[in-house]
């Protein structure tokens, strides 16, 4: 209660996570930031990841549907139930490399990609979102990392509800599984 208020407060806690971008077409796994990612609750941006792909913000306690948002790639649902503690969500994948924005890594992406290929930061035509390792340079590892999401399309990705990890024991959030939902 706020004092002489007679107004209860409820409390909020922080979830933390870091999304990276998806080394496989299922986004099971990812090590590079995904940088600029927005964090939703109902449409209204909450976080944006920072240039690690951290991000942070508040939640009371309950059950929530995020998704997560990556202007390149496909938007991700992350299910988290929110105790009596924070929450670290850990690794959170999304899938990159959607340069053209139409819903499917294919040979488009492909074609943007040869075009500015061997460009590096400082030079006209470098586009630091199709730097997929943060190296500051369009490359060969570049081009692998993104020949491992070529083919995938557009859908929500979920974390699989069957199962659950407990955190301390205030606070749980889904395993990773594969998306339910079928192509567009």
Same mark, same amino acid.
């Given at each position: 209660? %706020?004092?002489?208020?007679?107004?209860? *407060?409820?409390?909020?806690?922080?979830?933390?996570?870091?999304?990276?971008l998806?080394?496989?077409?299922?986004?099971?796994?990812?090590?590079?930031?995904?940088?600029?990612?927005?964090?939703?609750?109902?449409g209204?941006t909450?976080?944006?990841?920072?240039?690690?792909?951290?991000f942070?913000?508040?939640?009371?306690?309950?059950?929530?549907?995020?998704?997560? $948002?990556?202007?390149?790639? +496909?938007?991700?649902?992350?299910?988290?139930?929110? /105790?009596? $503690?924070? %929450?670290?969500?850990?690794? *959170?994948?999304?899938?990159?490399?959607?340069?053209?924005?139409?819903?499917?890594?294919?040979?488009?992406?492909?074609?943007?990609?040869?075009?500015? +290929?061997?460009?590096?930061?400082?030079?006209?035509?470098?586009?630091?979102?199709?730097?997929?390792?943060?190296?500051?340079?369009?490359?060969?590892?570049?081009?692998?990392?993104?020949?491992?999401?070529?083919?995938?399309?557009?859908?929500? +990705?979920? %974390?699989?509800?069957?199962?659950? /990890?407990?955190?301390?024991?205030?606070?749980?959030?889904?395993?990773?599984?594969?998306?339910?939902?079928?192509s567009?």
């Open positions: 209660m %706020l004092p002489g208020s007679g107004t209860a *407060v409820e409390e909020t806690h922080t979830v933390t996570g870091t999304v990276v998806a080394a496989d077409r299922a986004a099971t796994k990812g090590t590079h930031a995904a940088i600029g990612a927005d964090i939703l609750l109902n209204y909450l976080a944006t990841t920072d240039e690690k792909g951290n942070s913000l508040q939640l009371k306690s309950g059950t929530y549907a995020l998704t997560v $948002r990556y202007a390149y790639g +496909f938007s991700r649902t992350l299910y988290v139930v929110v /105790s009596d $503690r924070d %929450l670290q969500c850990g690794s *959170v994948p999304v899938i990159g490399c959607d340069w053209n924005k139409d819903g499917k890594i294919d040979d488009q992406d492909y074609y943007m990609f040869k075009l500015i +290929f061997g460009t590096h930061q400082g030079l006209a035509g470098y586009l630091s979102y199709v730097d997929m390792n943060h190296d500051g340079m369009i490359n060969t590892r570049d081009m692998i990392f993104c020949g491992a999401v070529y083919g995938a399309a557009s859908r929500q +990705f979920c %974390l699989h509800t069957a199962g659950h /990890s407990v955190i301390g024991a205030a606070a749980r959030i889904y395993k990773w599984g594969h998306p339910r939902s079928k567009i």
